[in-house]
């Protein structure tokens, strides 16, 4: 039992801290698809490649075109939020009044040219993105060593995930965007442009991709593979969570990328998998989700 | 009565064609043919997108192999283990997955398989990157020699053509109407009284049992069983291969799997060799915008519009 408590406090706040990262990216992926799915009703397979599009779009801004960090994180989530909107009114829109498997296959599709397309030019190993020079360095705390740019990541994907969550329930466009989630033809019978909050939404919810790209490029290396590697995590983050409710996502997130964190503590061995444990265990006791209503 | 024909036509050219083509190219196209089908008999009359289902090839191929390797055991011996394997992880998955329906049906079944995929990538029976390699093709029944590519072939082409029958018989089945039932409507199947949830299950099951028996051949074809069978990208390609043959008929995994083979195998030797996934990708597109019938099913338009 003594072993049981002989816990290095170091390494444990240490895989705790990545765990908080890797969760803030979780919860910023399945607040976009939760975002996406609540109005489209589709799940977007092409969610991780938007995510992977970020980070190389930041990295070919950085390498070719000179602009850092900081304009990249502005510029690179209009971007692909732009590239998302015309996805949708090109390819999505024609098939929304199909079986949603079908835009879900699309959206696979669709995953699997840009994947290839970046493996193709730049290869599958990862490239490196410098952290930029404001945020290097860290802060000793008396239990573990907070590298900035971690501290930022988790601040500022919290604050991202907040200020959504707030537009969303508790602003006037939110509530468009809810009502439409509940009944669109109803909203449309008040005047409403339901079509152009659809495009507008799934916008969004490419921008929020693109933006955890972004953020993602200085500590993850940038590989093609990048997102269709979390992007199934993410499913089964939001099987646990269920998608009826934006907080439930962003809270089911950050709390799974708090598990898996410790269970690479614990027992380093299951910690790629542990997340998919805890759907199964979810499956078997919540069906619904943890914040999912009884379909 | 025609249609007697055409079967007896295909099988005669079935039985001839290691003459003109490549008898591993055949055997492969065989394999995922049979693999297509299995996935076409959950996607395509029962309406469940599975979106793992290379788990259930992988398992065959794992099983089967290791069986082999370790043991030395007769192929019929190790295919029909790595089939069981496949059923069991086929009853416990689809347990799992049927308690969530549509898209979250085709999620849990795709974070189960990473689940799989990680546990064979970790496993120290698998090989990890290199995968189980050297597999031995073995006497069939301690006789038949299968090393020789044109035996194997033949026992490939029983093998596709039992399962064939299998999920034909299935298919018109009573239990087949039920299935097709539940995708028109399931809503008026379950006030009909039918067990909805027992009938997905055992449609789950059958469909990896089969999807297992491909996976048990094809590691006996190429001697191999490997990573990129239980990969993410291995269940998009049988999905690509249902869709493009025409899901819900039964030629069309058949033809579809023949299809993406023969790109493949055209592509990989061509300039366009690394852009595979993007062709792949944007055939995925091109089926799902213009083409939802697939090939058999605008085979089938076409026919009963000129005969009207």
Same mark, same amino acid.
């Given at each position: 039992?003594?072993?049981?408590?002989?816990?290095?406090?170091?390494?444990?706040?240490?895989?705790?801290?990545?765990?908080?990262?890797?969760?803030?990216?979780?919860? $910023? =992926?399945?607040? /976009?698809? &939760?975002? @996406?799915?609540?109005? *489209?009703?589709?799940?977007? %397979?092409?969610?991780?490649? #938007?995510?992977?599009?970020?980070?190389?779009?930041?990295?070919?801004?950085?390498?070719?075109?000179?602009?850092?960090?900081?304009?990249?994180?502005?510029?690179?989530?209009?971007?692909?939020?732009?590239?998302?909107?015309?996805?949708?009114?090109?390819?999505?829109?024609?098939?929304?009044?199909?079986?949603?498997?079908?835009?879900? $296959? =699309?959206?696979? /599709?669709? &995953?699997? @040219?840009?994947?290839? *397309?970046?493996?193709?030019? %730049?290869?599958?190993?990862? #490239?490196?993105?410098?952290?930029?020079?404001?945020?290097?360095?860290?802060?000793?705390?008396?239990?573990?060593?907070?590298?900035?740019?971690?501290?930022?990541?988790?601040?500022?994907?919290?604050?991202?995930?907040?200020?959504?969550?707030?537009?969303?329930?508790?602003?006037?466009?939110?509530?468009?965007?809810?009502?439409?989630?509940?009944?669109?033809?109803?909203?449309?019978?008040?005047?409403?442009?339901?079509?152009?909050?659809?495009?507008?939404?799934?916008?969004?919810?490419?921008?929020?991709?693109?933006?955890?790209?972004?953020?993602?490029?200085?500590?993850?290396?940038?590989?093609?593979?990048?997102?269709?590697?979390?992007?199934?995590?993410?499913?089964?983050?939001?099987?646990?969570?269920?998608?009826?409710?934006?907080?439930?996502?962003?809270?089911?997130?950050?709390?799974?990328?708090?598990?898996?964190?410790?269970?690479?503590?614990?027992?380093?061995?299951?910690?790629?998998?542990?997340?998919?444990?805890?759907?199964?265990?979810?499956?078997?006791?919540?069906?619904?989700?943890?914040?999912?209503?009884?379909? | 009565?025609?249609?007697?024909?055409?079967?007896?036509?295909?099988?005669?050219?079935?039985?001839?064609?290691?003459?003109?083509?490549?008898?591993?190219?055949?055997?492969?196209?065989?394999?995922?043919?049979?693999?297509?089908?299995?996935?076409?008999?959950?996607?395509?009359?029962?309406?469940?997108?599975?979106?793992?289902?290379?788990?259930?090839?992988?398992?065959?191929?794992?099983?089967?192999?290791?069986?082999?390797?370790?043991?030395?055991?007769?192929?019929?011996?190790?295919?029909?283990?790595?089939?069981?394997?496949?059923?069991?992880?086929?009853?416990?998955?689809?347990?799992?997955?049927?308690?969530?329906?549509?898209?979250?049906?085709?999620?849990?079944?795709?974070?189960?398989?990473?689940?799989?995929?990680?546990?064979?990538?970790?496993?120290?029976?698998?090989?990890?990157?290199?995968?189980?390699?050297?597999?031995?093709?073995?006497?069939?029944?301690?006789?038949?020699?299968?090393?020789?590519?044109?035996?194997?072939?033949?026992?490939?082409?029983?093998?596709?053509?039992?399962?064939?029958?299998?999920?034909?018989?299935?298919?018109?089945?009573?239990?087949?109407?039920?299935?097709?039932?539940?995708?028109?409507?399931?809503?008026?199947?379950?006030?009909?009284?039918?067990?909805?949830?027992?009938?997905?299950?055992?449609?789950?099951?059958?469909?990896?049992?089969?999807?297992?028996?491909?996976?048990?051949?094809?590691?006996?074809?190429?001697?191999?069983?490997?990573?990129?069978?239980?990969?993410?990208?291995?269940?998009?390609?049988?999905?690509?291969?249902?869709?493009?043959?025409?899901?819900?008929?039964?030629?069309?995994?058949?033809?579809?799997?023949?299809?993406?083979?023969?790109?493949?195998?055209?592509?990989?030797?061509?300039?366009?060799?690394?852009?595979?996934?993007?062709?792949?990708?944007?055939?995925?597109?091109?089926?799902?915008?213009?083409?939802?019938?697939?090939?058999?099913?605008?085979?089938?338009?076409?026919?009963?519009?000129?005969?009207?």
């Amino acid at each position: 039992m003594a072993t049981l408590f002989d816990i290095n406090l170091f390494a444990l706040s240490g895989q705790l801290l990545i765990g908080l990262i890797n969760g803030s990216f979780y919860a $910023l =992926l399945a607040l /976009g698809l &939760a975002i @996406i799915f609540g109005l *489209l009703k589709i799940i977007n %397979f092409s969610h991780g490649a #938007l995510y992977m599009l970020g980070a190389f779009s930041a990295w070919i801004g950085l390498e070719y075109l000179q602009l850092n960090y900081w304009w990249a994180l502005v510029l690179v989530p209009l971007g692909i939020g732009v590239f998302g909107i015309l996805l949708e009114r090109t390819l999505i829109r024609p098939i929304a009044h199909e079986d949603h498997l079908y835009s879900l $296959l =699309l959206t696979f /599709g669709i &995953a699997l @040219i840009l994947q290839g *397309l970046f493996t193709h030019w %730049f290869g599958s190993s990862g #490239l490196p993105y410098a952290i930029p020079e404001e945020l290097q360095g860290g802060t000793r705390l008396p239990f573990m060593y907070l590298p900035n740019y971690r501290a930022w990541i988790i601040m500022f994907s919290l604050v991202v995930c907040a200020g959504t969550w707030y537009l969303i329930e508790k602003t006037k466009l939110g509530a468009y965007l809810r009502a439409g989630t509940e009944n669109p033809q109803l909203m449309q019978a008040f005047g409403i442009n339901v079509p152009l909050i659809v495009t507008l939404t799934y916008g969004f919810g490419a921008g929020l991709a693109g933006l955890a790209g972004v953020l993602a490029a200085p500590i993850y290396s940038v590989a093609p593979e990048m997102g269709s590697n979390i992007l199934i995590v993410v499913f089964a983050i939001v099987v646990i969570g269920g998608m009826g409710s934006i907080g439930g996502a962003i809270l089911t997130g950050l709390a799974m990328g708090v598990v898996e964190g410790l269970t690479k503590y614990f027992y380093p061995e299951a910690s790629n998998t542990v997340i998919f444990l805890v759907m199964v265990l979810v499956l078997l006791t919540k069906p619904a989700g943890l914040f999912g209503k009884e379909a | 009565m025609n249609n007697k024909m055409l079967n007896l036509l295909l099988l005669g050219l079935a039985l001839v064609a290691p003459l003109a083509l490549y008898p591993v190219f055949l055997m492969k196209a065989l394999c995922f043919a049979l693999f297509a089908c299995a996935f076409n008999l959950l996607l395509g009359f029962a309406g469940l997108l599975s979106f793992g289902h290379a788990v259930f090839l992988g398992t065959g191929a794992y099983v089967t192999g290791y069986l082999m390797v370790t043991y030395g055991l007769t192929p019929e011996v190790g295919i029909l283990a790595g089939v069981g394997a496949s059923a069991l992880l086929g009853f416990i998955y689809g347990t799992l997955a049927v308690k969530r329906e549509g898209i979250y049906f085709a999620m849990v079944t795709l974070a189960l398989a990473q689940l799989a995929f990680f546990f064979y990538l970790q496993a120290p029976f698998t090989g990890g990157e290199d995968g189980l390699q050297g597999v031995p093709r073995g006497k069939l029944f301690g006789l038949v020699d299968l090393s020789d590519n044109l035996n194997m072939y033949y026992f490939v082409l029983a093998i596709f053509i039992a399962g064939f029958g299998l999920i034909r018989r299935t298919v018109h089945s009573p239990f087949g109407q039920v299935m097709k039932a539940i995708r028109e409507n399931e809503p008026r199947a379950i006030s009909l009284g039918y067990k909805v949830n027992q009938y997905k299950l055992l449609a789950f099951v059958l469909s990896a049992t089969l999807a297992g028996l491909a996976g048990s051949t094809k590691a006996l074809v190429f001697q191999l069983a490997s990573l990129n069978d239980v990969h993410w990208f291995m269940s998009g390609e049988v999905v690509l291969m249902t869709l493009l043959g025409g899901m819900g008929t039964l030629w069309g995994p058949v033809l579809g799997a023949g299809t993406i083979i023969a790109i493949q195998n055209v592509l990989a030797s061509g300039p366009l060799a690394n852009y595979i996934h993007v062709i792949m990708g944007i055939v995925f597109v091109l089926c799902v915008l213009a083409f939802r019938n697939g090939l058999v099913g605008e085979l089938q338009k076409l026919i009963r519009k000129n005969f009207n």
